[in-house]
């Protein structure tokens, strides 16, 4: 009972830059469950394509058009947001609030951008959720995406006013460190979905 | 101590509702506050889903019994179900592992303490809206596994029960009758299903998270992770589970949402969806659960036999590892659910093949539990003899569990009692004794109070004659056909007498739960508290601090040099650091 350390000394919370944080690993699990729920989606779509082709059925229903053009301009614009964020952490990681802000908002700007070009995209299709399986899973997995892409605007605009009004610093902005992850990840997602609804 | 008496201006300053007795709970994030609540809650639903069992086993002890109607009886055992796995195995072992985990491994706390507490509160939430759904009449009522196209129902069909328009309403019933357009659930109940369902799901996921990075952050200095506790492997097991299985269920649910309210079609056949993809969404996730719902089971009886043997575990490593193999094997058997479906041969072969081989891991431990009892001086307490039961409840359970997973088996069991009997083996006879093993362990260290031995083992007799009155005729029940689910049956099957010897032993259990009630009541209420930190000579870090702890669980933390470092400190003569070596 003589080597008795306090766990307060231990257990320290907060950035550290020898060891991760406790939300940094939080950070991880979560997403690692994130990603197991989208790749329940596109295996549940894959199995029902599959399905259907193998019926000898079209998976596209005739008379429905699925527009490329604006999905390859969108995925350009969600990837091109993977910059400005990355920037923006790196930034902070060196103390520079005033980079940081800019950079975050540039992230939301490009964000909301790809959020307006799949508003129009739902608006304009020719098709709807009850147009055959095709129409179900297309809206359902897009949906789900922008639904975390909403989320992450949302956690950057949150992110973007708190550095305006200076809570971050170079050694406390966890925050901002998880909105990186996090977006990182629904852009590799996105990728993901636009490969399989899209090219495939 | 002096925040309710600090006098302000001459005035005595009112204390904040938070430090009252009621509000000081709802706000707390302390890993042992929200732990006792968790388990509360939990024992509250255990009642509930109890009352749902007898009902259950009341229209079922005679045939042509017509003590619940066919819609009540559909909602009753839907609810048992679904409330049993949960609403109260689930949340109880997030409970346990709230109180014990942080104790066992020398933390202060959980590593998020305030998502453990927004876990908490959506499992309360989630809970009462699954429950207060029978208030509306319409309770879920497929079955606690919902099958597709069961719960479908289209925008056009959907029942509106606050709607004044009858004609409407009427219609709609008489559609979802006639199963017409897929119309099969009308009304809310598969709605309350998916909302609360999801809440759970949540709340589950989050606490899966904060136990991963509690155990593999928040270990004291020296607790390397084999030396960890078993228990706390565990529920880390079960974390990892409950992180990777629950988006599973959560894709199959909002699928089934969109179904019903936006015109999808996923699970429609008719519009080229399939039913069966809800099948392998649902089950790609249930046979997660089941382990979910086990493993930290399998964690106290790792704590418990050691102690009352008076010896180390046998084979610590196996019975670490064989929890982590079961962990990875359980994504891959799903399928087993779903022989009669008409899947390839060579993915029944597989399902088969992978079912059959998660035997060899559980056997392993089995083999290692008796491997500890062995040559023991063994401690006959309520505890102990829980555990007993548990081993040999549950290897029967195992059994015939391995049996349904031989195909041509399968197709003449499935969907019989025989079934049931299988979970009601496992999930009674292993996870519900394993936890009453665990309640009478850890009790004083939760209250400070030793439950009452003696009414403990008159619940474990209950317990023991009822669970094997109620569930055994089931295995020939469902050998002779009874399928599972029914309503009622005619006389003269071969099942009557079955029935009535299995509605008996439920009743019994039923006494077993009021045993158990009194003894918490009379403990709680009349009893001193005046438990020692280590009634049990056991040999684990959570016995080395007073019952209960204080709010910061250890005034400092030992450096850990063993498995056992309670028994290091007591026996410095003979510590076990030096046996490793
Ligand atoms: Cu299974």
């Not at chain 1, 390859?72 to 614009?77: G, M």
């Not at chain 2, 790792?302 to 102690?307: C, M, Q, W």
């Amino acid at each position: 009972m003589s080597a008795v350390i306090s766990p307060i000394e231990t257990h320290a919370e907060g950035e550290q830059h020898t060891t991760r944080s406790f939300g940094w690993y939080g950070m991880v699990f979560f997403l690692a469950s994130e990603a197991i729920f989208f790749a329940n989606l596109i295996a549940s779509y894959l199995y029902l394509r599959i399905r259907i082709t193998g019926m000898g059925a079209s998976w596209i229903p005739s008379g429905v058009e699925l527009d490329k053009t604006l999905p390859f301009i969108n995925t350009f614009v969600l990837l091109s947001s993977s910059f400005p964020m990355h920037f923006a952490a790196r930034a902070i990681a060196k103390g520079d609030k005033r980079r940081l802000t800019i950079f975050l908002i540039m992230t939301v700007i490009l964000g909301s951008l790809f959020l307006s070009g799949q508003a129009w995209e739902y608006t304009h299709a020719n098709f709807n959720p009850s147009t055959g399986v095709f129409g179900s899973t297309f809206f359902t997995l897009t949906g789900f995406h922008g639904a975390h892409v909403t989320a992450g605007v949302i956690f950057l605009l949150i992110c973007f006013f708190r550095s305006l009004r200076g809570d971050f610093s170079k050694d406390r902005h966890f925050a901002v460190t998880a909105v990186e992850m996090y977006w990182h990840f629904v852009d590799v997602v996105w990728v993901l979905l636009f490969t399989v609804l899209y090219l495939l | 101590m002096a925040i309710g008496s600090v006098a302000t201006r001459g005035r005595v300053a009112r204390r904040s509702w938070k430090q009252s007795a009621v509000g000081s709970w709802i706000t707390t994030v302390d890993h042992k506050r929200i732990g006792i609540m968790y388990m509360y809650t939990a024992f509250v639903f255990f009642l509930f889903g109890g009352i749902e069992a007898l009902l259950v086993r009341t229209q079922l002890a005679t045939p042509n019994n017509k003590f619940l109607s066919p819609e009540a009886y559909d909602q009753v055992f839907t609810m048992h179900a679904t409330t049993m796995i949960f609403l109260f195995v689930m949340p109880m072992w997030t409970g346990f592992g709230n109180y014990l985990v942080p104790l066992m491994i020398g933390a202060r706390d959980m590593a998020f303490p305030r998502i453990n507490q927004l876990g908490y509160w959506l499992f309360a939430f989630g809970g009462l809206l699954l429950t207060v759904s029978f208030l509306f009449g319409a309770a879920p009522n497929a079955g606690w596994f919902s099958y597709a196209p069961l719960t479908e129902a289209t925008s056009a069909c959907l029942q509106n029960p606050l709607a004044t328009d009858q004609a409407a309403t009427l219609q709609a019933a008489t559609q979802a009758a006639q199963g017409l357009q897929g119309c099969f659930s009308p009304g809310l109940n598969m709605d309350f299903w998916i909302a609360g369902i999801n809440l759970l799901g949540i709340s589950s996921i989050t606490g899966g998270i904060n136990f991963i990075v509690t155990i593999l952050r928040m270990r004291a200095p020296g607790l390397t992770i084999n030396r960890m506790p078993l228990f706390s492997w565990m529920i880390m097991v079960m974390s990892f589970l409950l992180v990777f299985a629950m988006p599973s269920l959560t894709v199959a649910s909002f699928l089934l949402l969109f179904d019903r309210h936006l015109g999808t079609h996923f699970y429609q056949a008719g519009a080229g969806g399939d039913p069966l993809l809800w099948q392998h969404l649902f089950w790609s996730f249930g046979h997660p659960e089941v382990y979910i719902l086990i493993l930290p089971a399998f964690g106290m009886i790792s704590e418990i036999l050691p102690v009352f043997s008076g010896k180390p575990i046998f084979g610590y490593t196996f019975v670490a590892w064989s929890g982590v193999a079961i962990g990875f094997l359980s994504f891959t058997v799903w399928a087993h659910h779903m022989f009669a479906v008409g899947l390839p041969p060579i993915a029944q072969a597989f399902f088969a093949s992978s079912t059959t081989l998660i035997a060899i891991p559980t056997a392993v431990k089995i083999f290692n539990w008796v491997g500890t009892l062995y040559g023991g001086h063994i401690r006959f307490t309520a505890s102990m003899l829980f555990a007993l039961g548990f081993i040999v409840m549950f290897l029967i359970g195992g059994l015939n569990g391995v049996a349904v997973a031989v195909v041509p088996v399968d197709y003449q069991l499935t969907d019989t009692y025989f079934v049931v009997s299988h979970i009601h083996y496992v999930l009674f006879g292993g996870a519900v004794m394993g936890l009453f093993a665990g309640m009478f362990y850890w009790f004083p260290k939760f209250s400070g109070r030793m439950l009452d031995e003696t009414l403990g083992k008159i619940q474990f007799w209950l317990f023991i004659i009822g669970l094997n009155l109620a569930f055994f005729p089931m295995h020939i029940m469902g050998l002779l056909g009874m399928p599972r689910r029914q309503y009622t049956y005619a006389p003269n099957l071969g099942w009557d007498q079955l029935n009535l010897i299995s509605t008996i032993g439920a009743f019994i259990l039923g006494v077993g739960v009021i045993v158990f009630i009194v003894n918490g009541i009379k403990t709680l209420g009349f009893m001193r508290a005046d438990a020692p930190g280590d009634p049990w000579d056991a040999f684990t870090l959570e016995w080395a601090t007073t019952s209960p702890p204080p709010a910061e669980n250890f005034a400092t933390i030992p450096v850990e040099r063993s498995r056992r470092t309670l028994w290091d400190i007591k026996h410095p003569e003979d510590p076990e650091w030096r046996r490793e070596h």
